[in-house]
Each structure stands twice: as C-alpha cells, then as structure tokens.
C-alpha cells in the first residue's frame, strides 16, 4: 500500500492517472494479503480492486501460478494461502530473484517455467516447516517443557528461511510467546511470534542485555544474540513473560459472531456475506457457531499424516453439510462418535470438478 502511494505521487507529478496504475493493483493486493495488515480503510478498497486485476487481467506470474492451482476466482484467502506462500519460497529457499523475475515475466512460456521452478520451492518449504516443527516439538518433549509460559528451540540446522513459520505453527500446540533459533553465521537468529493481547518486542526490550539486535512489533520480530548468551536469554525471556503475561492470554478464544442453524445457511446468505469481503485485519470472516451436529458417517482423517479433519453432518433433518478442519485431526473421536457435538466455522466455498458447494472451515468442535 505506501509502495503503490509513492509511485502514485510519482505519477502524478508526471500527468499520470489512477487508471495508468491499475496494472499495478494484482501487486498491491498480494502485499496487502501477504503482510496480514488491517484491510480497512484505503487498503480495504485496493485489496478490493487488486483482487479483480488478479480475476480478470493477471499478470503473466500470477496466471502461471492460478493456472497450476486450478482454480478459478480468487479471494483474499486464496491470495494469503496460495499466492504468498509461492512467492515467498522462492525467498525463504533460494533468492526473492526468483519471485521478482516470474512477477515480471512477459512470455506465458517462460512465467510457467519459472512458476514450476517456485512450485517446488514451495514445496521444499513444507517439508522444511513439517520436519523442523516436528523437532521443534520432540525438543520441548524431551527438555520437559511443556508447560512453560515460553517456547524457546534451537537447533543450528534449521533452516533460516522458514524458522518464523515455525514458529507459528508451535503457538498452535503450545499458545504462548514462541521464539525459534538458528545459527546464522557467528550468532543466532530467531523469528518470535506472540499470541494475541500480548507485546513480544516489549517482552524482548526487557532482555536486551543478551540481545545483539532486534527489530519487530507486538506480534512478531526478529533478533540475533552470540551463542554464549542462548541460555541466559531463554531464562530471562520465561522470566520477562511470566511476570507481565496476564494468565488468561494463554488460552486462545475465538469471537464467535452469531449462533446459527444449518437452515440459515443458504446461497443468498453467502451472497450476503461476501459483500463484506474482502476480509483480513480489522475485518475479520465472521465465525458461527452451531449446536447439536451430528457426522453423517463419512467423518475421516485426511492428509498425508492423517493430521486434518473431514466431516460431512447435518443438524436435525437439514440438509447435509461438509467441513475440513484443518489440524483438527486429534478431534475425530468427538466429530465421529455418533454423538452430538457444536462446531465453530466460517462459511467457505469449495469448487471441485467445475462444481462449487458451500462448505464449512471448521475451528473447532466441542462435545
């Protein structure tokens, strides 16, 4: 967004209009997904914009891209899980020269090469995440730290580029300020990810005297330390938090808009709410809630590690609805015991084959 007002003043100041800058809207509303900044005011109306240049007029990257995945419209969503990702392994597993070159490609037969190429990047990275969150976990099993109020790991193997990935995906397990360490060269480098409510770069200021640099916002930051210090900071980190962490920030909550029933989930409700769109910061998708579910039978594990969760319920004699939790593997017994349970969900559109059905992204499930 402040790129795109830069060269907009640029261009002003060469007799330029906003229409000679909308072929830079497909870039703008990638960044606006992809930093997870508030999509409210003027960066409600770009991403709003840029999101019909990505459906309509892509560049030659962004269609190479849309062309491997596809699928047809894209939303916000789309943008910051499938877009983002691609463009930022090339970053995290190789050099961003690669994302800049396929993002500036005029050749369809080139900007597919190059895609192909950010694909497996891409899939490098997952691999890299899966693996080191896995040691990541054993580590903080074996060290017994499970209950701390702090995740601190390190290993100096791990892969610079997807640490702060990591470390995001550790806060799922265990919700509370989490820092992942790697060697970088003579010292470490860690990517620190906090949990809602709570000011990591502040916690971070109150150990400074172990730190070499670091840079950041209440939510996540970067920092370097000599080795010799790790110790010494992990110890004054989980000090630093445990005395200024409210106790109930650990619990994580999730805001639920409105109760429900599966009779209230119609197209014309959909239509509705994709009028609010596109959703992000400051305008969150609206999660519901509905009470007395029950799986159909169909209800499954899926995924490579079985780790994701695929129901297929109704409530009552409504219709049936499908929902995929993703992560929500461990939660199959209560899904798929035969016996009522509540869900917490947003309402999602699945295309398969041509076909696009309503479904459910489910976030959680209760008995």
Known sequence: GVGFKLIQALGIEKGETIDDLILYLDLVATAIGADIVPITGENRILAYHGLKVINSNPRMGFKAIITQIKKQ?????DV???IAPRINAAGRMKHGNHAVTLLTETNMEDAI???SEIEQYNTDRREADKRIT????LQISEKKEEDRMTTVVYHENWH????????????????????VFTKSGEKLAASA????????????????EYIEQFGG???????TLLEKDYENFKAEFEKVVQDTIDPKLLNPEINIAAEINFTDITPKFYRILKQFAPFGPGNMTPVFMTQNLIDTGKGKRVGEDKSHLRVVVQQ???AQITGIGFGMGDKHDIACGGKPFKAAYVIDENEWQGTIKLQLRLKDIKT
Do not use: M
């Open 316 to 318: 009552g004699n409504s």
């Open 80 to 82: 910051v899980f499938i």
């Open 160 to 179: 610079k580029g997807v640490i702060g990935i990591v470390a995001s995906r550790l806060t799922e397990t265990y919700y509370r300020p989490t820092l």
């Open 217 to 223: 916002h209440k939510y996540a930051a970067g920092l």
């Open 193 to 208: 990810r906090s949990v809602k409510g709570f000011d990591v770069y502040n916690a971070l200021e109150g150990c400074a």
């Open 113 to 115: 090469v190059w895609a």
């Open 134 to 137: 896995q040691e990541a976990l």
């Open 73 to 77: 419209t894209l939303t916000i969503t």
